[in-house]
């Protein structure tokens, strides 16, 4: 899992947002459900290789950043890794649905990934520009680089994390066994009995090794159209007097997320 950290989930005081009521009821608004035994930031942090710290202060800056969708007149872009918590919450839908937009928000907020082209690309560039400028009007500082970055982090797992994976399956070990059984039965135990052998298991533990490192190679996530999902994606809300942003009734409603670690951890492991 990634080690990156970042505690300080709550919003300096100091910005535009600290008196406002409708912040209180993001803040206390829970994604994760109680009662489940592996809750959405669990899922969130397996499904992305993340520590819990991380899947924390991702989902505390996915309710920052659907707070900016609602007070922004011209909309707003989520990064890489919003989207990653966002495309998971739509999943719950009487979560999202229900108690999240219909009960918090009082409205819909559709998410909307890019078309393509050119002009899409322009257009959601200066979206996440201004996103970001008012990130620090609102909250009085600077979006964090770690959960803001434009591009998908390297999530890449080691070649020790690898192969203590390969090695503790017991599918080595059976083969070995198998390998040596099958050598001294053929070559009825004469001298070249135990070369052959380690041969063939040498040679099948290095083929194995290479065909494990090349299948858990990562790639960005596609979408059903064979773009990179995360980058160039909006929202926009029902009811919504602006053109392409997130709010609803005038662009000065109330929108939520989750607080940090999805109301307290999740109880999920690091």
């Not at 989930?9 to 994604?31: M, Y």
């Not at 559709?110 to 996103?131: F, L």
């Not at 083929?207 to 929202?235: F, W």
């Not at 997320?257 to 999805?262: E, L, R, S, T």
Request: glycine share 14%; aromatic share 10%; net charge neutral.
């Amino acid at each position: 899992m990634k080690n990156m950290h970042l505690h300080n989930h709550r919003p300096r005081e100091g910005g535009t947002h600290t008196a406002d009521k409708l912040w209180e009821l993001i803040d206390h608004f829970c994604i994760d459900d109680p009662d489940a035994a592996f809750p959405f930031s669990c899922k969130l942090a397996r499904e992305n290789n993340w520590s819990r710290d991380f899947t924390g202060s991702a989902i505390a800056e996915y309710k920052r950043f659907i707070y900016l969708c609602c007070i922004s007149p011209t909309g707003a872009s989520p990064s890489y890794i919003i989207d990653q918590v966002w495309h998971l919450h739509l999943q719950y839908t009487v979560n999202y649905w229900e108690e999240f937009c219909g009960k918090i928000l009082g409205r819909s907020i559709h998410h909307h990934p890019s078309r393509g082209g050119p002009s899409e690309t322009e257009k959601h560039g200066h979206w996440r520009n201004s996103t970001l400028l008012l990130y620090e009007k609102t909250f009085g500082e600077s979006p964090p680089q770690a959960i803001w970055s434009e591009s998908p982090p390297v999530a890449t797992p080691t070649w020790l994390s690898r192969l203590k994976k390969f090695f503790s399956s017991g599918f080595p070990l059976s083969c070995f066994l198998l390998l040596t059984a099958s050598s001294i039965l053929l070559t009825g135990c004469r001298s070249g009995a135990l070369t052959s052998m380690a041969f063939l298991f040498g040679f099948f533990m290095i083929s194995r090794v290479i065909a494990q490192l090349a299948a858990d190679n990562p790639s960005r996530k596609k979408d059903e159209h064979g773009h990179t999902t995360g980058n160039g994606s909006s929202c926009s809300g029902g009811s919504s007097g602006c053109s392409s942003g997130c709010s609803g009734g005038g662009c000065g409603g109330g929108c939520g997320g989750c607080g940090g670690g999805g109301c307290g951890g999740g109880g999920c492991g690091s």
